[in-house]
């Protein structure tokens, strides 16, 4: 399943089929992959061609389909993968050989995107197209910073201007001597480069020097960081924090609201980076509630499970299973295996009729029920050792039992039922593998700083430390902060020499994020000492005449209405 975007089901939505194709020019938003709009993604996902920016998330991509072409023609400062005549070319040739191409773009694909420029060009070439809207990080990207543009007390009129042109540079297209006080907010996108010029000039045509001022870099990211001041100090301030692009300048009284709208940048885990090592298809779950939580969540897949070669073991366990009492499960992913290496023996489910199940966990049991299967047992701890501690009581002398697990498990179950005078078969139905991938993402991942890597199982440690090993950065192992699901996971860990900071108490998922949230994490290396938590603030100079503007009044939690808003 493609992680982070919940939305309505495929069949929903389907591009009517023509011989002739069409280019679609999407808003992918500001940079959070899940502010894209519902259309947009569902013309992702039928895109024959994705032809997308530099500011547009990696992770959309992942929704396109397999086969889909992607081509990066993105624009850095100095650096063009393509010119624009060329992208226009790209499109209208695409489109012409029958391709449903979608053109993805940063933020929308109209505001300062060249959008329009480009819908010109397939319009002249005769090429279908249609324009859908995105996100802009004009608005998004300061309501992630606790700035709404518009208050009805406070700014009733707002303006976004390109920073891209330099103000200082004569015949400029903008018109600072009546835009400077034209509206009460000022929005500037891509502005980083000519602040100290487009502060000059709204102060020299009359805006005053103590206007509040945020510049907001990587907006609605975990990296997010703001830096407050007015139209005098602003500049000063980003050059002291090193603020570089993509950043969005926002000029006016609303800037002040931040002190208390500031809901991103308080999650207890922004701007941490957290490394998420289950297998891709799992790491949907974890990930989400890291990210929920404000982390920037690492997918560094260290295992991938695959298929068990035939030897007739699995079958042979099939003809007998009337002979057993009980069929164990040790993880989620076991019934799914189960039922594939069942169906090629041209049986199913039914088979288990008359059989006591018992599942390792909450996760494995609600995957067996799904399919309409009732769990018999499930341990208050989730582990081999705890089903054998909760089995204790029961008879099971004389009893036969089967346990379904991954190649190479733990055999403590197995062993641990023997000497309850049980008849044990143990039949793997699945392996883990090291991903292909893992040694290059491992290098990736690891050049910058990481506040703690997350491991779910035994095979995640040994994988991701050979993957370290093999790619020269061993002596990095014993400074990563390890947070393991449970008891069993972190031995692994301590063989290896590395750390275990955070255990969970309960082996679920939910149980390691409360842990990791309950440890209060220190400030994020990776943010630098210029990161959220030390960015300069700007406090307003009359706070009793703000709360009077905007009707509210100071308590202890925040800020209260002192009286009834008119509707």
């Known amino acids: 399943m493609k992680r982070g975007i919940r939305t309505i089901p495929h069949s929903a939505f389907r591009i009517p089929h023509s011989s002739k194709g069409i280019v679609y020019l999407v808003g992918a938003g500001p940079g959070d992959p899940k502010l894209i709009t519902v259309k947009g993604l569902e013309v992702l996902r039928q895109a024959d061609v994705v ?22 023609v993105g ?142 870099e990587w907006g609605t990211l975990p990296r997010q960081r703001t830096v407050t001041g007015t139209l005098a100090t602003i500049v000063s301030r980003c050059r002291q924090a090193d603020l570089k692009p993509p950043a969005v300048l926002v000029v006016g009284e609303v800037v002040r609201l931040r002190r208390w709208l500031n809901w991103f940048e308080r999650k207890p885990l922004f701007g941490k980076r957290i490394v998420v090592t289950r297998p891709t298809d799992r790491s949907e779950q974890l990930a989400d509630l890291l990210e929920a939580l404000g982390a920037e969540a690492i997918q560094l897949p260290a295992i991938e499970l695959a298929p068990v070669q035939a030897n007739g073991a699995f079958h042979r366990a099939m003809r007998a299973l009337d002979e057993f009492a009980w069929v164990f499960f040790t993880s989620p992913e076991g019934i799914q295996w189960f039922r594939r290496l069942l169906a090629s023996e041209r049986r199913d489910l039914r088979i288990l009729r008359g059989r006591r199940i018992g599942a ?151 149980a390691l994020v409360d842990a990791i949230v309950s440890a209060r994490l220190p400030a994020s290396r990776s943010q630098g000492a210029a990161g959220p938590a030390a960015a300069p603030s700007h406090r307003p100079r009359s706070a009793k005449v703000l709360w009077r503007i905007v009707g509210f009044a100071p308590t202890k939690s925040g800020l209260a209405p002192r009286h009834p808003l008119p509707n």
């Open 51 to 72: 032809v997308y920016d530099h500011l547009v998330a990696e992770r959309l991509l992942d929704h396109a389909p397999a086969a889909a072409k992607r081509v990066y």
């Open 75 to 216: 624009k850095e400062k100095g650096r063009h993968a393509k010119p624009q005549d060329a992208i226009n070319r790209l499109l209208i040739r695409l489109a012409k050989s029958g391709k449903t191409v979608v053109r993805l773009k940063g933020g929308d694909p109209v505001l300062f995107g060249r959008g329009g420029e480009e819908a010109l060009e397939l319009s002249r070439a005769g090429v279908r197209y249609e324009l859908v809207p995105g996100v802009t990080s004009a608005l998004a990207v300061p309501a992630y910073a606790g700035i709404p543009v518009t208050h009805r007390r406070l700014s009733s009129s707002v303006a976004i201007i390109t920073g891209h042109e330099d103000p200082a540079k004569p015949g400029h297209a903008i018109r600072w001597d009546r835009l400077a006080t034209a509206t009460d907010t000022l929005v500037c996108v891509m502005g980083v480069g000519t602040l100290p010029a487009i502060a000059g000039q709204l102060i020299r045509h009359g805006r005053s020097r103590a206007t509040p001022c945020a510049v907001i």
């Open 360 to 510: 390792i966990g909450p996760k494995t049991a609600a995957s067996i029920e799904q399919l309409g299967i009732h769990v018999d047992f499930v341990p208050k701890t989730f582990s081999q050792d705890g089903m054998l501690e909760g089995l204790a009581p029961r008879r099971l002398l004389g009893q036969r039992a089967l346990i379904l697990s991954a190649k190479g498990s733990r055999d403590v179950l197995e062993q641990g039922l023997k000497r309850c005078g049980m008849d044990v078969v143990k039949v793997p139905i699945y392996q883990t593998a090291v991903p292909a991938a893992l040694a290059r993402r491992v290098r990736e991942v690891f050049a910058r700083p990481v506040d703690l890597v997350t491991v779910t199982s035994s095979s995640c440690v040994d994988h991701l430390v050979e993957a370290l090993r093999a790619g020269g950065l061993h002596r990095r192992l014993r400074r990563i902060r390890f947070a393991s699901i449970g008891p069993v996971t972190s031995a692994t860990v301590r063989e290896h020499g590395a750390r275990v900071a955070i255990e969970a108490k309960r082996s679920t998922i939910e």
